[in-house]
């Protein structure tokens, strides 16, 4: 499968511990995004990633999350101290870096599902 | 700041009607806008954008950016066309951020 992978699918812990996920690309993006789905709403953008610089992040980032992309592959995504309001979908995609002109896909993964107990 | 909104959560019409999505944006620059599509247990995808004008299983979007819409239309819906769909608008230029906005979704059912 060369599309987008996330690990694990699902997560189940209870407040106040620390999570990972980690987010493969598909090979040779560069470019790799976190994104947020509580239910009933459309997923919201956490930070992006081109390479193993992290160029944006949103205010929806507190400082209990971190993600990385060391080497410029996959990502990790952590929660700190988790809260029963950080029980969402957590969405990874990628994209190729658009050429002038060019158009941007981005390409999602199935999603890591957390629940905070 | 930039905002998508898609005013219908669910949306239920018979197989063979027409169907239309609405979503509706703001921005103030110029935007590139998508829409994204999710079927029962599976991935978020593509579906079309606007750059393309093109036409996905039949389905088709134009940006008006005077009424600032983006609404997806078909004109004869089909069964498997339910899912939940989304749209989402990228800041254009290359400067800009590249991350997406989504609206909240619609749930389109097409009912035999």
């Known amino acids: 499968d060369t599309g987008v992978s996330q690990d694990p699918r699902h997560k189940i812990t209870k407040r106040g511990q620390n999570v990972t996920f980690r987010c493969d690309p598909i090979?040779?993006?560069?470019?790799l995004y976190w994104y947020r789905q509580t239910l009933g709403q459309g997923p919201e953008f956490l930070t992006y990633?081109?390479?193993?610089?992290?160029?944006?992040k949103s205010r929806l980032l507190s400082d209990r999350f971190s993600a990385e992309r060391p080497k410029g592959s996959f990502s990790t995504l952590e929660i700190q101290r988790t809260e029963q309001g950080d029980s969402a979908m957590y969405l990874c995609?990628?994209?190729?870096?658009?050429?002038?002109?060019?158009?941007?896909?981005?390409?999602f993964g199935p999603g890591t599902r957390l629940l905070v107990l | 700041a930039q905002r998508v909104t898609q005013p219908e959560k669910l949306l239920s019409v018979f197989k063979g009607a027409p169907v239309e999505l609405k979503c509706n944006y703001s921005?103030?620059?110029?935007?590139?806008l998508f829409w994204y599509v999710q079927y029962s247990r599976q991935r978020l995808q593509l579906l079309l954008r606007?750059?393309s004008r093109e036409s996905i299983k039949g389905f088709t979007a134009d940006l008006n950016k005077g009424e600032t819409s983006f609404h997806l239309k078909k004109p004869f819906a089909q069964e498997e066309d339910s899912a939940m769909y989304y749209c989402?608008?990228?800041?254009?230029?290359?400067?800009?951020?590249?991350?997406?906005?989504f609206g909240e979704g619609t749930q389109l059912t097409v009912n035999p």
């Open positions: 090979s040779e993006h560069n470019r």
């Open positions: 990633f081109q390479n193993e610089a992290q160029l944006e």
């Open positions: 989402a608008l990228k800041a254009g230029g290359e400067t800009s951020g590249s991350r997406l906005t």
């Open positions: 921005y103030s620059g110029s935007p590139e």
């Open positions: 606007h750059i």
């Open positions: 995609a990628s994209s190729p870096t658009r050429l002038a002109g060019g158009q941007e896909t981005q390409y």
